[in-house]
C-alpha cells in the first residue's frame, strides 16, 4: 500500500488497525473441543514421550550426584542435565502448551488440569546465566549439606578424620543424649557446618525463585508454590486449621516443657520455649525420642522395637535389605505390588564409606516405568523402620500411577 495520495492521518489508522489485527492473529488461543482433543493427542503422544526421556535423563544424573556429592564430573553432569530440562520445558512451552486456551476446556478433562500446570513452568523461565547460576547455587547447597560435619562433643579440635557426620552420628547423639551441654554444642555445630555455610547461597536462590516467579505471572516463589494447592484461600484455611489445634499444641507443649524441666532444671525454664536441642531430633519435627522423659504414665509398656530390631538385623546391607523385605511383605499382603527393586542393587540403602552422600531418604522415580529406587542411610532402629515404610509406601503410589495413572 502507498500513502502519497492519502491524508496521513488516514495512514496512521490504517497502520494501527494492520497492528491490531496483526497481534490478534499472533495472541489468539486455540478454543472449544476441537482443540481441547487437539491438545489431548499432543499430550498423550507426543509430549508424555518426550518428557520423560528429557526427565528420565535428569533423575540419572541427579542420582549420580546426589550419591557422590564430591565427584567434580557427577555435578557437572547433573548441571547440564537440569539446564538441558530447563530448555526443554521452554521449548515445549513456546511452541506448543502456550496456544491453548486451558481454561475454556472441559472441568471435567484431565487436559485442563495438565495445562494448567503446565503453564507454569517454573525456574525453565531463567534465561541464560541465570539459569545456569541458579543450577550452581543448587548445587553447592547440596554439597554443604552433605559434607556438614561435627567434632565429637569430648574431642572439639578434632582432626577431619574424626569429625561425624548427620547421619548417622549426629542424629544418634541428639536422640540419646541426655548432656544438655553435649547436646546444644551438636545442635549449634551442624548448624554452623551447614545452615551458616549456606545463607548467602539461600539468598540467591530466593532471588532467582523470585525472578522465575514473576516470569510465570507470579509476585513471588511462594505464590508460585501455593498455586499447586488449587486453593484461593489456601492461607486462611492454614491459619484456620492451625488456630483449630493452637490449644491442644499450647497444652502439649507446656507439658513438655514441664517434664524436660524436670531433665534438664537449669537449662529449660517454665514459661519460656523449649531449647531445640533437647527434644531428640536435629529439626524438633518430631519428639518421638524423647517420649521415654514425658510420657504420662511411666509403668505403662514404651512401645520401641528398636532391640528387637537390633537383635534380628545387624547394620550391614545385608542386613537393611532384610528390614526393607519386611516392609515390601506388608505392602504386598495388602495386595500392592512388589517393589523389590526400590532396594535392588541400583539403591542405596546403607551409607557407603568410600564416597560422601546425600543421605536424605527419598523415593526416586526415575521416568522409566521400571526403574524404582530408593536412597537412604538406613540405621537399625525404630525411627528407620519406620521411614524404610514410608519411603517404600511411596514408591509404591509412584508405581500405582504409572500403570492406573490419575489425571493430574
Not at 67 to 75: C, H, M, P, Q, S
Not at 126 to 136: R, S
Amino acid at each position: 500500500m502507498t500513502c502519497q495520495l492519502t491524508p496521513i492521518y488516514l495512514c496512521i489508522i490504517i497502520g494501527l488497525v494492520l497492528v491490531k489485527a496483526i497481534t490478534i492473529q499472533q495472541t489468539t488461543l486455540c478454543t472449544g473441543p476441537h482443540c481441547e482433543a487437539q491438545a489431548k493427542e499432543y499430550l498423550d503422544h507426543t509430549y508424555e514421550a518426550a518428557a520423560s526421556q528429557e526427565y528420565n535423563k535428569v533423575v540419572l544424573a541427579d542420582w549420580d550426584y546426589n550419591t557422590d556429592v564430591l565427584n567434580k564430573t557427577a555435578e557437572d553432569n547433573s548441571k547440564k542435565a537440569n539446564i538441558a530440562l530447563a530448555e526443554f520445558i521452554l521449548k515445549e512451552y513456546e511452541d506448543n502448551i502456550k496456544q491453548y486456551d486451558w481454561e475454556s476446556f472441559s472441568d471435567s478433562s484431565s487436559v485442563k488440569r495438565q495445562l494448567k500446570f503446565l503453564n507454569g513452568i517454573g525456574t525453565a523461565a531463567l534465561k541464560g546465566e541465570d539459569l545456569e547460576k541458579y543450577n550452581n547455587v543448587l548445587a553447592d547447597m547440596n554439597k554443604i549439606y552433605a559434607t556438614a560435619t561435627v567434632c565429637p562433643f569430648d574431642d572439639q579440635t578434632c582432626e577431619d578424620e574424626k569429625r561425624l557426620p548427620l547421619e548417622p552420628d549426629l542424629e544418634h547423639i541428639i536422640a540419646t543424649s541426655t548432656n544438655y551441654d553435649e547436646l546444644t554444642y551438636i545442635w549449634k555445630g551442624w548448624r554452623e557446618s551447614s545452615g551458616k555455610k549456606v545463607r548467602e547461597l539461600y539468598s540467591e536462590y530466593v532471588n532467582y525463585g523470585n525472578k522465575a516467579a514473576l516470569a510465570n505471572g507470579y509476585p513471588n516463589l511462594g505464590q508460585f508454590w501455593i498455586r499447586t494447592y488449587e486453593s484461593k484461600t489456601f492461607q486462611d484455611d492454614i491459619e484456620k486449621l492451625w488456630l483449630d489445634v493452637k490449644d491442644l499444641y499450647e497444652e502439649l507443649h507446656a507439658y513438655v516443657r514441664f517434664r524436660l524441666i524436670a531433665k534438664f532444671p537449669a537449662n529449660v525454664v517454665d514459661g519460656e520455649p523449649i531449647p531445640a536441642s533437647v527434644l531428640g531430633n536435629m529439626w524438633a519435627q518430631s519428639w518421638d525420642n524423647i517420649f521415654p522423659d514425658v510420657v504420662p504414665f511411666p509403668d505403662a509398656p514404651i512401645f520401641d522395637v528398636t532391640p528387637a530390631l537390633k537383635k534380628r538385623f545387624n547394620q550391614t546391607h545385608e542386613g537393611i535389605s532384610q528390614i526393607f523385605e519386611v516392609a515390601n511383605e506388608f505392602f504386598v499382603s495388602l495386595g500392592l505390588e512388589d517393589m523389590a527393586m526400590s532396594y535392588g542393587p541400583k539403591a542405596m540403602i546403607i551409607r557407603p564409606e568410600d564416597k560422601e552422600v546425600l543421605c536424605h531418604a527419598s523415593a526416586w522415580d526415575f521416568y522409566n516405568g521400571y526403574d524404582y529406587r530408593i536412597k537412604m542411610c538406613t540405621s537399625v532402629n525404630m525411627e528407620d523402620f519406620i521411614t524404610v515404610h514410608h519411603e517404600l509406601g511411596s514408591q509404591k503410589k509412584i508405581f500405582l500411577r504409572i500403570i492406573s495413572p490419575i489425571p493430574l
